[in-house]
């Protein structure tokens, strides 16, 4: 087997899994979500994209219903001994399987929680799904079960998660190297991923996001690449990631010397990153850290220009978003607890200039204070 964690650990997280059925009265729970069956199991692979679940029955039992392609992805990388494989065929209904799967585990007319809130149950499966299961038993939305177990890191995520952040510095520094008037946005992109698979990292879970002049203002990857112009402006989002865990950072990198406008977008963000790092302790929440965020912001004028979140959890994530359930936004009750890795972003896209500013970087939540998970400043870049 290919373990990233022992089986004491997974063993671990099965007790926990199994106290919070218990609180919820689940007799059995569905994991669709890719994540999830890593945490839980160890099993890694993108076949999720297609029908796959993994069974946990409250006892503990699981069973691993997938396609034949995943088979031995599954016993080569995971703890889970018992796999069943759905046959891909003409008009095949995998939830049919599944109902029949159910049925050998006993499991007529339990209360049966489901991940729904996943990019591993599509639309059309969750349709499936619900056809043949709502008759079966009570079906519950259990989503964030096991994601809510997951935002509190063990030991050796931990680990994980700081090896991803000296791969993320890793790329920064290779970045560096190249960003000047005329280089191309090919090239640092790159020598940003190439610095990571040379540290033994991983593919990220979502794209790098890379965009100069105009394509700055955008907080998404989009296809299409240009050379650097003498007085230009790089916004850069990018993820280390080891073992599929991630620690993002985000920079706008100035070419040529900043603008009044620049200068005064980077003061804002600044001010507002250092302001959370006063608040990312226990005893706040998630909503604690965006109101700092959008005070800071509307206090100067910004409002227009930011966004209505400021970051998000993270830890092993699969495509296409490296981004967890969890967010910084208003209102959310989630405690800030010991264990967590916290990704906080400032991003100011003005329009009305064409101006983009944006600063982040992953925090790990100690039972003192916060500790800054990059070994860079958070001084402004240029070049």
């Known amino acids: 087997m290919a373990l990233h964690f022992s089986k004491d650990e997974f063993a671990s997280r099965l007790e926990l899994l199994k106290v919070r059925m218990k609180e919820e009265k689940l007799d059995a729970l569905l994991i669709f979500a890719q994540e999830s069956m890593y945490w839980l199991t160890g099993y890694d692979t993108f076949g999720y994209c297609f029908f796959q679940t993994l069974v946990v029955k409250s006892s503990g039992e699981m069973v691993l219903l997938t396609r034949s392609a995943d088979l031995r992805q599954a016993r080569h990388t995971s703890i889970i001994e018992d796999i069943r494989v759905w046959v891909d065929r003409t008009n095949a209904d995998p939830a049919l399987d599944l109902k029949n799967l159910l049925m050998d585990l006993d499991l007529l007319g339990s209360r049966i929680g489901v991940e729904y809130d996943t990019h591993g149950l599509t639309g059309k499966n969750s349709r499936l799904l619900d056809n043949q299961l709502t008759s079966f038993g009570t079906l519950v939305d259990a989503s964030y079960v096991i994601s809510h177990l997951r935002l509190v890191k063990s030991p050796l995520e931990i680990e994980y998660a700081e090896k991803a952040a000296e791969l993320s510095d890793d790329a920064l520094d ?43 203002l955008l907080c998404r990857y989009k296809a299409g690449r240009r050379n650097l112009d003498v007085v230009d402006q790089l916004t850069l989002e990018w993820a280390g990631v080891f073992a599929h865990y991630h620690a993002p950072m985000m920079r706008t990198v100035i070419v040529g010397k900043p603008n009044d406008r620049q200068k005064e977008l980077y003061a804002a963000s600044r001010d507002a990153i250092e302001a959370i790092e006063k608040v990312l302790t226990p005893g706040n929440t998630f909503g604690t850290v965006f109101d700092t965020h959008a005070r800071i912001m509307d206090e100067r004028g910004l409002a227009r220009h930011r966004l209505n979140a400021c970051g998000y959890s993270v830890g092993a994530r699969f495509s296409p978003s490296w981004m967890e359930h969890q967010m910084f936004h208003a209102g959310n009750p989630e405690q800030i607890l010991p264990g967590m890795t916290l990704f906080v972003h400032m991003i100011i896209m003005d329009s009305d200039t064409g101006t983009a500013m944006t600063l982040g970087q992953t925090y790990l939540i100690t039972s003192g204070a916060v500790k800054n998970l990059t070994r860079h400043s958070l001084d402004l870049i240029s070049v």
């Open 174 to 216: 290779a970045a560096l190297r190249l960003i000047k008037p005329g280089a191309n946005e090919a090239d640092i992109l790159a020598s940003m991923q190439g610095a990571i698979f040379a540290g033994g990292g991983d593919y990220p879970a979502n794209e790098f996001i890379l965009g100069s002049g105009a394509d700055a």
